[in-house]
C-alpha cells in the first residue's frame, strides 16, 4: 500500500538558488531529508503557463533552462529524472470531462528542477509537470487541485512552485548586500499565511478581493496559481507548516507550505 504523500507548495524565486549555497536552498535539502520518498512527482511550476491543460509524457523529460543571462554554470546542470506516461493517463482520467493534453515538447523548467535538485538530489523519482492553463480562473485551479487530490494516496507528492509574493518591477535587482522587504510584500505573505491556516481559501482563491497588497504581490497571477492546487489538494483535518517563510529582493516572498 502507498503512504500518503503531502501536499507542497515551494517559492522557488532567483534560478541561482539551483547552484548557490542560500538560505533557501539549505531549507529545501533539510526538506528532502525528512520527506517520505514518492513514487512519483506532479509539479504544477509557475513557468508553464499556457493556453491549455498539459502534462509532460515523455519517458525522460529534458532539462529546461527557461531564462537568460545567468552564469554557464545554471546553464551546465541538469536533472535527468525519468517522465511517467502512466501517471499522464491516470490524469487525463482524473481530469475527465475537462481534457489533457499530452505533451512531449517540455520538459522540466527551472520552476521544477531548481528546487528538485536539492530535495531529491539523485534524480531517480519519476516527474510529471502540469501547466497552468492561462484562458482559466483562478477558482478552475482551485478545484484542479481538489480534482488532483487522490494521487496524494497512490504514492504521489504534489509539488507547487512558484511565489505568493513575485513583484519583478519592485525587486531590488542592483542590490549588492540583503535588502529590507517591503512592508506590503511582508503584510501579504503574513496574510496568505493568516488564511491558510485559519482554512479560509475562500479569500485565497479570490485573491484580487484583498485590496492594494494583492494587487501589487501578484501583479500577474502565474507564480501565485500553483499554491492554489495545494490548497485544494488538501482538506481541513491536515496539519499545516511553513517550513520557510521570508522575502528576498524586497519583492519575492519565498514562502513554503507543507500540508500533510
Not at 34 to 50: C, D, G, K, N, Q
Not at 60 to 80: C, E, K, N, V, W
Not at 134 to 156: A, D, M, N, V
Not at 242 to 259: D, H, N, Q, R, Y
Request: proline fraction near 8%; include cysteine; glycine fraction near 6%.
Amino acid at each position: 500500500m502507498n503512504q500518503r504523500m503531502p501536499a507542497i507548495f515551494i517559492g522557488h524565486g532567483n534560478p541561482m538558488n539551483a547552484i548557490q549555497d542560500t538560505v533557501w536552498s539549505r531549507a529545501w535539502i533539510e526538506l528532502g531529508k525528512r520527506l517520505p520518498r514518492p513514487r512519483a512527482i506532479l509539479s504544477i511550476s509557475a513557468h508553464w503557463y499556457v493556453p491549455k491543460t498539459a502534462a509532460t509524457a515523455m519517458t525522460m523529460p529534458r532539462t529546461l533552462h527557461d531564462f537568460s543571462g545567468f552564469p554557464q554554470a545554471l546553464f551546465d546542470i541538469t536533472y535527468p529524472a525519468p517522465g511517467d506516461p502512466a501517471l499522464v493517463e491516470r490524469l487525463q482520467t482524473l481530469l475527465v470531462p475537462d481534457s489533457l493534453h499530452a505533451d512531449l515538447a517540455w520538459g522540466l523548467d527551472h520552476g521544477t528542477w531548481s528546487v528538485l535538485h536539492h530535495i531529491f538530489p539523485d534524480a531517480d523519482i519519476p516527474v510529471v509537470q502540469l501547466s497552468i492553463n492561462q484562458t482559466k480562473s483562478p477558482t478552475f485551479h482551485y478545484e484542479l487541485g481538489q480534482r488532483l487530490s487522490p494521487l496524494r494516496e497512490e504514492g504521489i507528492l504534489l509539488l507547487g512552485s512558484g511565489n505568493v509574493v513575485h513583484n519583478l518591477q519592485t525587486y531590488a535587482w542592483q542590490a549588492t548586500a540583503p535588502v529590507s522587504p517591503l512592508d506590503w510584500a511582508t503584510r501579504f505573505e503574513t496574510t496568505v499565511c493568516e488564511l491558510i491556516s485559519s482554512g479560509d481559501y475562500t479569500q485565497l482563491v479570490n485573491y484580487s478581493s484583498l485590496g492594494q497588497d494583492a494587487k501589487l504581490a501578484v501583479p500577474t497571477p502565474e507564480h501565485y496559481l500553483p499554491l492554489l492546487y495545494i490548497l485544494g489538494a488538501s482538506n481541513m483535518n491536515e496539519a499545516i507548516k511553513f517550513p520557510i517563510k521570508g522575502i528576498t529582493g524586497g519583492s519575492i516572498s519565498m514562502l513554503a507550505v507543507e500540508i500533510n
